[in-house]
T-cell receptor, first 117, second 113 residues
Framework: GAGVSQSPRYKVAKRGQDVALRCDPI?????LFWYQQALGQGPEFLTY????????KSGLPSDRFFAERPEGSVSTLKIQRTQQEDSAVYLC???????????????FGSGTRLTVV | AQSVTQLDSQVPVFEEAPVELRCNYS??????LFWYVQYPNQGLQLLLK??????LVESINGFEAEFNKSQTSFHLRKPSVHISDTAEYFC???????????FGTGTSLTVIP
């Protein structure tokens, strides 16, 4: 596609529910990133994929967070047993470059706003 | 580790006035520096970046930023702002061999007619 597409745009979940957030990167983009942006904060890194391989998951805040990219294109971020502190905008970004090439910048999606009530 | 500080959370400015959005960073290794802009309900868009060479970098819509290594700063400036510049601006750094961006907390620029 022309840009990075994320769905749903908004998600309201009851505390304890599981949620799945989808990211469609730009076609052919090798690298895919997930960031979490809490209200009033800058985005914070969650995890990074190069094709289907998850090369860095150091930013995932707990074992309730899980991300996958099984075929090297679409990615899903899953949050189990959601808590109120999970409320944030989840941003996906992709890049045509592989690891270690941040100078080319990334294309960000519009994000999924998750509200846990 | 890398970190970014944006001291000004909100900056109101009148239309056609100049503006400076401040950014300071901390890093023990060489970094690349970026400014991203986020319009309401949209994703982050790259505004400009410093990789190497000339310390003054410019965007296509009149913004510029200057890398100052001694002061570890990368302030964003525009000599005359427009209403359409109203947005959230994020400064970010990344290690030159890294993958993840480290963002500041953002500066909300509001241009007043």
């Amino acid at each position: 596609g022309a840009g990075v597409s994320q769905s749903p745009r908004y998600k309201v979940a009851k505390r304890g529910q599981d949620v799945a957030l989808r990211c469609d990167p730009i076609s052919g983009h090798v690298s895919l990133f997930w960031y979490q942006q809490a209200l009033g904060q800058g985005p914070e890194f969650l995890t990074y994929f190069q094709n289907e391989a998850q090369l860095d998951k150091s930013g995932l805040p707990s074992d309730r967070f899980f991300a996958e990219r099984p075929e090297g294109s679409v990615s899903t971020l899953k949050i189990q047993r959601t808590q109120q502190e999970d409320s944030a905008v989840y941003l996906c970004a992709s890049s045509s470059r592989g690891a270690g090439s941040p100078e080319y910048g990334y294309t960000f999606g519009s994000g999924t706003r998750l509200t846990v009530v | 580790a890398q970190s970014v500080t944006q001291l000004d959370s909100q900056v109101p400015v009148f239309e056609e006035a100049p503006v400076e959005l401040r950014c300071n960073y901390s890093s023990s290794v060489s970094v690349y520096l970026f400014w991203y802009v986020q319009y309401p309900n949209q994703g982050l868009q790259l505004l400009l970046k410093y990789l190497s060479g000339s310390t003054l970098v410019e965007s296509i819509n009149g913004f510029e930023a200057e890398f100052n290594k001694s002061q570890t700063s990368f302030h964003l400036r525009k000599p005359s702002v427009h209403i359409s510049d109203t947005a959230e601006y994020f400064c970010a750094v990344t290690k030159i061999t890294g993958n993840q961006f480290y963002f500041g907390t953002g500066t909300s620029l509001t241009v007043i007619p």
